[in-house]
């Protein structure tokens, strides 16, 4: 049962809407999202976003992954298509660039090379593979009956805490993705030793909306991620990971809610430099009470 309050704080995140970025979008150039990038950037105008950031799918060594993200030939006309969405909407909504980057043990140089060949507003470190298996590729997800999932999630964490100490990246995405399927943490003590180690170097997470609208219908990270990030001091930077134009906000009032309801904040990044921008204000001021 929604209670008075509970309805009255959603009513109040949904007028505040118009403060939010969101910084989790892709482009057709990752190969796997349709959409031109002025469709997306006017459905956030749409949507009464304050503003958004492109993340797509960066360029990584031509070995790895080479289907699900652009080449390395194709960067520029990203950023091109981004400075063209930039120049469109001037004025009207705030277009920030930035990229989704992977890290896999063994790509850092490759990585810390593309980061400086522009200046990136936000840049997003995710793991998607363990090893050799894309573990959130639907193509392999018969792999999860042949893992303990203790394991699984040991070795996955133990890769979210080498990004976290990378000193690549401003946030780590969607941080629980391995349950995107259904095959939830029977632990959970590796990912909060993880949140530690965010803390500590004093990264924030993605809050992904995206897990929303797959099988295991939560979003990322899971809501007992959310308030013990916040515990740490963590901020969050709401996404949508939007593969299409439909997707852009998704949710994100809720997303609010449940980052305020556990005493956490909002953050934004532009030229790399962490925001505590209007969204926080809108979160920490909350409903006021009639006079």
Known sequence: MVTSAASTQYAYLMSTVSRFLDSHLHTPLCGHASGEPREYAQAALDAGLAGLCFTDHSPMPRWYDAPWRMRIEQ???????????????????????????????????????????????????????????????????????????????????????????????????????PKKFGHRDPDGAAALRTLDTVAAVGLALDFNTAGWRKPVAEAYPAPQLVRAAAERGIPFVLGSDAHKPGEVGYRFAEAAAQIENVGGRIVTYAGRVRQESAQGDALTAGPQDPA
Do not use: C, M
């Open 75 to 177: 960067l520029w006309q990203y950023v091109e298509k981004v400075q063209d969405v930039q120049a469109e909407f001037a004025g009207r909504l705030d277009v920030r660039l930035g990229l989704e980057a992977d890290f896999h043990p063994g790509t850092e140089r490759f990585v810390e090379r593309l980061l400086g060949v522009h200046e990136w507003d936000y840049v997003i470190g995710s793991v998607h593979y363990i090893g050799a298996w894309g573990f959130d590729n639907p193509e392999f997800t018969d792999e999860y009956g042949e893992r303990d999932l203790g394991g699984l999630y040991r070795d996955y964490y133990t890769l979210v805490e080498g990004a976290a100490r990378s000193g690549l990246f401003d946030a780590l995405g969607h941080l629980d993705l």
